[in-house]
């Protein structure tokens, strides 16, 4: 292996230290309507997006649910703190498409029709939440800087002419 490549993946291992990930592989339902769920929760806290998903009426909720369970127990064992301290929430919720099963349905005049039973793959990470605006910053892979001091400006008084 070239350093270079061997540099990037100890750099990978480093990461994946301090993130709480949870994927759900093959999961058979269309990516379309999963994705609805995982909009519901990214960005909120670990609690609330949990009391989302126990009283949403979709079905996809009970499989995501379980994943954001997964990805907090991943939190406790991995850090060992417990994650109503932690202040945890979903920085990020990924739904992408699986294989698609091909079946084939009978249709008029010795025709078929072709049925496309869609899968996805989810994959939901927690984090901590920091104070402010730094998840964003690191996020985004920027370093988190404290905000320059500003003075005081001068109060400087203006007159009007009144004519």
Request: net charge positive.
């Amino acid at each position: 292996m070239g350093s270079r490549k061997q540099n990037t993946a100890a750099a990978r291992k480093e990461a994946m230290k301090t993130t709480y990930v949870a994927m759900l592989r093959n999961c058979p339902t269309s990516p379309r309507k999963m994705n609805l769920v995982a909009e519901l929760i990214r960005g909120e806290d670990v609690y609330k997006a949990l009391n989302i998903l126990r009283f949403s009426t979709k079905h996809a909720a009970k499989k995501m649910e379980k994943l954001l369970r997964s990805a907090i127990a991943n939190f406790e064992a991995k850090s060992g703190e417990r994650a109503e301290d932690a202040g945890l929430y979903v920085s990020e919720c990924r739904v992408d498409g699986a294989p698609i099963l091909k079946r084939f349905r009978p249709a008029p005049q010795g025709r078929a029709y072709r049925i496309r039973k869609r899968s996805n793959h989810i994959i939901l990470q927690v984090n901590k939440r920091l104070e402010d605006g730094a998840n964003a910053a690191v996020a985004e892979g920027e370093e988190v800087l404290e905000e320059p001091q500003v003075e005081e400006a001068e109060v400087v008084e203006t007159t009007t002419t009144e004519e």
